[in-house]
């Protein structure tokens, strides 16, 4: 009875982890997604997946009040169902956020509650997952929750952005005048980019990555809509394609790399497609790789209770495998100039540089390639790598 028992203990856990999506599988429908809402009918028809998201600790931020609100971070669940029509794609993400923030034009230390989606241009090899890397280039579509905004109108209009003190109006123009105002200024704050890594984020103006998104706060969950094509300028999304997913807290002060994330996850739009190899999760030995891990990084690099090396020595690893995939992680070890991870400042000291630049701006990481190890060894420093993350918050 016992061995019963402990055998339905293992089939539910099991179970549970199964729940946590490896890969999206897209419904098929035939109504046109263009001018789908939160609110269509058409996403009962749906299945929700989970994907985990986890906190960015690869960077710490220079604000200590950040930090302190968020060292405590665990991980979150984002419940999504994904649609396609065969020329669009869309996405309905649903999390637990206790409050809703809002930026607003009345405070800079106000910060607002946010989603992005993130998708890769590269087909043979994984961007970096913080927005991209050289040659691998990302489009992030992101949405904040703001009040209402006011920006450059393209239009020449700069009477109606002059603050209403320095207007030689009174009563009725006065009133016009702000009337006029208010019309200019929006609520919806949603923005395409493109980025190669770290500081390279460009916006883009052009519409070439149309996008339709939509946020929406109810009884302590936001939810979250992302539709687009399949086919744009710098994008053409296959039968399986990797996305990435980030949430914002601004309650917790987030913003720009304080975020929660997920790993690159594949999305199936056929039954039948081909998963995605890069993928592909590694099978190790964990313990070894932890044996591994101490002795050829533990020197640079802090993790968890681990804190051997210096602060800001190299990049963080105490959630590396909740938002790195086993094929970015085992480049890393191999060819760690492929992908390089921005230092967390441009004045570091020498001692503390996370690469150098030659005349032409190339980048080469300061870690050496660990080329030596052979390939179980290299399996089993990923597998404990894949371990180095925060519980999900229940």
Same mark, same amino acid.
């Given at each position: 009875?016992?061995?019963?028992?402990?055998?339905?203990?293992?089939?539910?856990?099991?179970?549970?982890? @199964? #729940?946590? *999506?490896? @890969? #999206?599988? *897209?419904?098929?429908?035939?109504?046109?997604?263009?001018?789908v809402s939160l609110t269509s009918p058409l996403w009962q028809k749906a299945k929700a997946q989970s994907v985990e998201v986890y906190p960015q600790t690869t960077i710490e931020m220079n604000d200590a009040e950040l930090v302190r609100a968020n060292e405590a971070n665990l991980a979150k669940i984002l419940h999504v169902k994904t649609l396609s029509d065969g020329k669009s794609v869309a996405f309905l993400l649903q999390w637990k956020d206790k409050t809703k923030s809002l930026q607003t034009v009345q405070?800079?230390?106000?910060y607002s509650d946010g989603f992005a989606v993130q998708f890769s241009t590269a087909n043979d090899k994984?961007?970096?997952?913080g927005m991209g890397s050289e040659n691998r280039a990302v489009i992030v579509h992101l949405q904040k929750a703001t009040g209402t905004i006011f920006e450059p109108n393209n239009s020449g209009d700069v009477y109606h952005q002059v603050n209403t003190s320095n207007q030689n109006t009174f009563a009725k123009e006065l009133t016009s005048y702000k009337n006029e105002v208010a019309k200019q200024g929006s609520g919806d704050y949603q923005r395409a980019f493109i980025a190669e890594g770290f500081r390279s984020m460009t916006q883009i103006r052009d519409n070439a990555e149309p996008s339709l998104m939509e946020m929406k706060y109810d009884k302590g969950m936001w939810s979250a809509l992302l539709v687009r094509?399949?086919?744009?300028?710098?994008?053409?999304?296959?039968?399986?394609f990797p996305v990435a997913f980030a949430i914002w807290d601004g309650e917790k002060k987030n913003r720009d790399g304080s975020k929660l994330l997920s790993a690159w996850v594949g999305v199936s739009l056929d039954a039948k497609a081909k998963a995605l190899?890069?993928?592909?999760?590694?099978?190790?030995?964990a313990s070894n790789g932890e044996t591994l891990m101490m002795e050829n990084c533990s020197a640079c690099h802090q993790y968890k209770t681990v804190k051997n090396a210096p602060n800001y020595m190299a990049p963080n690893l105490s959630n590396i495998g909740g938002y790195a995939n086993a094929s970015y992680l085992k480049e890393s070890i191999m060819e760690p100039s492929?992908?390089?991870?921005?230092?967390?400042?441009?004045?570091a000291h020498k001692n503390f540089l996370w690469y150098t630049s030659d005349e032409k701006g190339v980048r080469t990481s300061t870690m050496p390639p660990f080329a030596h190890l052979d390939e179980k060894s290299v399996n089993d420093l990923v597998a404990f790598m894949k371990t180095l993350k925060v519980e999900v918050e229940k």
């Open positions: 009875m016992k061995t019963f028992k402990t055998i339905m203990m293992l089939v539910s856990l099991l179970g549970l982890n @199964s #729940l946590m *999506a490896q @890969s #999206l599988n *897209a419904l098929h429908v035939k109504e046109d997604l263009s001018k405070s800079t230390t106000d994984l961007p970096y997952i094509p399949l086919k744009s300028e710098h994008l053409s999304l296959q039968d399986s190899a890069l993928l592909d999760e590694v099978k190790g030995d492929a992908v390089v991870v921005p230092g967390y400042n441009l004045n």
